[in-house]
């Protein structure tokens, strides 16, 4: 049975809107400033870092869980009517395109067993 994998890319822009949105929704406080952008952390899966610009000084990064990563992402999706399948495997992964560290949501979709099918230890024989 074939099994289905589906990728959502982020840019930096809206990973910074999702991790910026579920913070204020988990009541987490934010640097006051300009949202600026988030990039993957360090690790597998990676973890979130998001920067923001105050008004007179250097960008201030905030960090955040995979986890949190994760559910922030998902979040984004539903409020932006990304359809996403319930039952899905969704694994974070950080992808490097042009130069750019994005976040990457893989989504696997994976048949279940047909109980019809039955599973054999010995190779079939040959006819000759």
Do not use: W
């Not at 960090?63 to 539903?78: D, H, K, Q, S």
């Not at 009517?81 to 560290?101: F, H, Q, T, Y």
């Amino acid at each position: 049975m074939p099994s289905e994998f589906r990728f959502l890319v982020f840019s930096s822009k809206e990973a910074a809107q999702a991790l910026a949105t579920f913070a204020r929704k988990r009541g987490r406080k934010l640097p006051d400033g300009y949202l600026n952008y988030a990039v993957p952390g360090p690790g597998t899966p990676p973890g979130g870092r998001l920067f923001v610009t105050p008004d007179e000084g250097k960008d201030l990064e905030s960090a955040f869980a995979a986890e949190e990563v994760v559910a922030a992402l998902i979040l984004y999706a539903l409020d932006h009517k990304i359809p996403l399948p319930r039952s899905g495997e969704k694994v974070l992964e950080a992808l490097r395109l042009s130069g750019m560290d994005l976040f990457a949501l893989r989504i696997g979709m994976f048949p279940l067993p047909d109980a019809s099918e039955k599973k054999t230890t010995e190779p079939a024989a040959s006819q000759s």
